[in-house]
């Protein structure tokens, strides 16, 4: 009995640690995440530039520069939602860019804007699972992910998949939310993502839980040096984590 009662505890301790957008205990992680930007996806690229004051496009442009040394020709951008991480990946003239993602909603949207750029001859926007990716191993030169490893299930799983399909020598970039450390970007940025964007949030996308999940996703994420050390135990090598707007975001790149 005491056995058991401490697997029921230990059981209870992990299940608080998942974070999903909509806490149904019939449905996984990634199936809420996937709901969760389907019912956005109309209003998903408003949003986000709108809440972001048009700060996510110079954090990509950034992330993107790290690459441009090794002039990559296939890269795969992962959690690609509308496709913003992939058309800045353009800048690379790379021969092909495949865009994944769990919600069609979300690729629909880029679909469209793929096509109003006529760039959908070297864009493909793809359904898929980041923990399942369908690839041969060593496909990709490189791979980008923006804002969408903290939506992982499986965060080891899912950046085990990246590695796979990475080519020796390849590289990876992630750009993901992280929290500031000082003042006063810190007391801002904690009332703007847990006051501000969910009040708007809200009323704009019509959705009651997607951007309450943002804030709550980012405060679980293991971010900094303990995601450097994640990425080192899944197998990268040359990590590097870099600090962006004051600590808002972090830039982190590894190397098969």
Request: overall charge positive.
């Amino acid at each position: 009995m005491a056995i058991q009662w401490w697997v029921n505890i230990t059981m209870m301790e992990e299940n608080k640690k998942i974070v999903k957008p909509y806490n149904n205990n019939d449905s996984s992680k990634k199936e809420e995440v996937a709901e969760m930007f389907n019912n956005i996806s109309k209003k998903y690229d408003f949003l986000n530039h709108f809440f972001s004051l048009g700060i996510d496009k110079i954090w990509r442009k950034q992330s993107i520069k790290l690459l441009k040394e090794l002039s990559p020709k296939r890269i795969l951008d992962i959690a690609t939602g509308t496709g913003d991480f992939a058309i800045a990946a353009l800048k690379l003239n790379p021969k092909e860019v495949i865009g994944v993602d769990i919600s069609q909603g979300m690729l629909d949207v880029g679909i469209e804007k793929m096509k109003k750029k006529g760039v959908d001859d070297v864009v493909r926007m793809k359904l898929g699972d980041s923990e399942e990716l369908p690839f041969e191993d060593g496909y990709f030169d490189a791979i980008t992910v923006g804002f969408g490893v903290r939506n992982y299930q499986n965060l080891e799983k899912g950046l085990g998949e990246m590695l796979r399909v990475l080519k020796l020598g390849g590289k990876v970039i992630i750009l993901e939310f992280s929290k500031p450390k000082k003042f006063p970007v810190k007391q801002f940025y904690g009332f703007y993502s847990s006051k501000v964007i969910p009040f708007f949030g809200k009323r704009i996308s019509k959705d009651e839980r997607a951007y309450a999940y943002l804030p709550e996703s980012v405060a679980a994420f293991p971010e900094g040096a303990a995601f450097v050390s994640i990425m080192e135990k899944v197998g990268y090598t040359a990590i590097a984590a870099k600090k962006v707007s004051g600590g808002i975001a972090t830039i982190y790149s590894g190397i098969k």
